[in-house]
């Protein structure tokens, strides 16, 4: 282990209040989601329940099926007043669950709804689906778009997910989009609820008409606009060792893009081999309003080809996307803490940040090191202290382990009264969050980013 020190001189600033903008933006979630669970249960009971247990639970849980796609679109959006609150990771795992939870609501509203109209015809449950499908209008369609959840949610399982490319993973999940269409006018068309009184047909067309305008928006129109509006280029291509590469990009009117370090993009470079594949990397330097920077080590496919992008390529880049950012601080001080590549956002953070800072800065070997002469320089010119952590995650040290309770309070002796922001590969990430949780660092300070989704 190495340790750079500098004298700390840094301004001390005092944090906002008690109240974190995630908790705000996940109570706004939870209540608008409750306020319509009350609508859709009040709206079911005033078109009436019928005398069949089956058909009831079968209507039940088509609406609540529906008010699930809702909300599921709403979470895919990507409005940046909920991701810069809550984060893409977040809310990229409510997606996930809420998606298992639309399954199987689906396939009861399916089963529950056969099984009762058989109990009334006295047809076989299979004659009795058949029938259904091929006579209702709007049934067969509500049949395909079940299959087609079926497909999306199998795809999003961890072992398809772990064998597939993200590119066909992607293509998959926009067969979503026809879902939904299919299972809406499938609702128009016999869903006595929808058409029981004038309030619960506006109710439904307003519900649908949000979730699939915040989609538009947020997925397409507003990532459209600024591109269209910024005309990103790449200005260089930078080498930083022998595996990682800095790509610095421009275009007009940077200082317009709402972008604070510790964010990121989905960037795409329009070349032909290349236009169809977005990648994720952090912002390694804090926006300046005259351009953008990402640093990539060769980790896949996509990131070890960025070497080779010449200066002058268009870029499409989505975002600035991510809640791991100087927002949700809450004390004067902070900790960085940061794993291999992991130190892209935390270089930046260290530029923006105010107040006394400690880095912790993970790697196996020094010479995995990326942007240490500059985390050197940003080091001596803020007054924060930076530590360099090297040797294998097994090596002892006279404290425990490297990242573990005791060493973080050698180096940190306050740890407790500071924000601590954590990146890098899930293993040290999962362990350093551990340690802070032994430590009893309140959950409001500890700010943690997937690596994957850093660089």
Known sequence: MTTVQTPPGATQ???GGTTS?????????????????VAVTYFFAQSGFGTNALLLLG???????ALTMAFQFLLIARLPWFDRRIGMDRLTTWHRWTGFT??????AHAVFITLGLAQQSELSPVD???????????VLRAVVALVLIIVIGGASARFARRRMAYETWHFIHFYAYVAVVLAFTHQVAIGSTFISSPAATAYWWGLWAFALGSVVVGRFGLPLWRNLRHRLRVAAVVPEAHNVVSIYITGKDLDKIPARAGQFFLWRFLTPDRWYKANPFSLSAAPDG?????????????????????????????????????????RPNTVLVAGGVGITPIRALLEEIRGHVVVLYRVSN????????????????????LHLLTGPSSAPTPRGPMLGPHSLVGMVPDIRDRDVFVCGPPAMTRAVVDSLRELKVPKQQVHAERFSMAG
């Open 13 to 15: 600033v005092q944090a």
């Open 21 to 37: 903008p995630a908790t705000v933006a996940r109570t706004g979630l939870y209540a608008l989601m409750g306020a319509n669970v």
């Open 59 to 65: 209507r039940v849980t088509g609406l609540y099926a």
């Open 102 to 107: 639309l399954l199987w609501t689906l396939v």
């Open 128 to 138: 009795q689906f058949v029938d259904l499908a091929t006579t209702v209008e709007g």
């Open 290 to 330: 005259r351009s953008l920077r990402l640093t990539a080590k060769a980790l896949g496919e996509g990131s070890a080809s960025l070497r080779g992008i010449r200066v002058g390529t268009r870029v499409f880049a989505e975002g600035p996307y991510g809640a791991f950012t100087s927002m949700h601080r809450t």
């Open 366 to 385: 020094p010479n995995d090191a990326v942007l240490m002469n500059e985390l050197r320089s940003l080091a001596h010119a803020r007054g924060a202290i």
